[in-house]
T-cell receptor, first 117, second 111 residues
């Protein structure tokens, strides 16, 4: 069964460093998402992406964050200058359809645990 | 806030018993989904229920939706120790693309 994959599974970085989290969505999906989950807290939406542009973003997704689909398979989340409070699990998700359909199940990857020291 | 709110926050039952978790929300929804998360792991999609549906089944899972009460429930029948996980409802409202997750219910199934 196709699945969303993410790399790395765990990333440790120093405060102020840039990190890039990578995701490979399910191949026929057109909509891509990033969520994060701070330890012990709820899952929070960051950004959605369709047709090579951001279609929706939350207030968490500030200028330090950016997303890119550099090729036909990868979808990346970049944090330019990490802060301690960026430590969290970051989940990528993809769906076949987006807001135009009500059956837009989002399939999540296993997550990348980001630790900022 | 359109956030789903699950209750109870934590539930502990014996293997073989049924587990019921509830989700309430405040806005009108397009659909509602239930996810499972094992500790430190990713989110596994369980069931999607659309706003015009009232009940869906998948194996030992049964989800109901009452839009008049703005609530949904997830029933796991004949629970197993492997069902131990956190369960989240996620709501999609209107034409937004993202899902808003509740804080989750931590289910412990004791052998």
């Amino acid at each position: 069964e196709p699945e969303v994959t993410q790399t790395p599974s765990h990333q440790v970085t120093q405060m102020g460093q840039e990190v890039i989290l990578r995701c490979v969505p399910i191949s026929n999906h057109l909509y891509f998402y990033w969520y994060r989950q701070i330890l012990g807290q709820k899952v929070e939406f960051l950004v959605s992406f369709y047709n090579n542009e951001i279609s929706e973003k939350s207030e968490i997704f500030d200028d330090q964050f950016s997303v890119e689909r550099p090729d036909g398979s990868n979808f990346t989340l970049k944090i330019r200058s990490t802060k301690l409070e960026d430590s969290a699990m970051y989940f990528c998700a993809s769906s076949e359809v987006g807001w135009k359909g009500s059956t837009d199940t989002q399939y999540f990857g296993p997550g990348t645990r980001l630790t900022v020291l | 806030s359109q956030q789903g709110e699950e209750d109870p926050q934590a539930l502990s039952i014996q293997e073989g018993e049924n587990a019921t978790m509830n989700c309430s929300y405040k806005t009108s929804i397009n659909n509602l989904q239930w996810y499972r998360q094992n500790s430190g792991r990713g989110l596994v999609h369980l069931i999607l229920i659309r706003s015009n549906e009232r009940e869906k089944h998948s194996g030992r899972l049964r989800v109901t939706l009452d839009t008049s009460k703005k609530s949904s429930s997830l029933l796991i029948t004949a629970s197993r120790a492997a069902d131990t996980a956190s369960y989240f409802c996620a709501i999609k409202s209107g034409y937004g693309q993202n899902f808003v997750f509740g804080p989750g219910t931590r289910l412990s199934v004791l052998p």
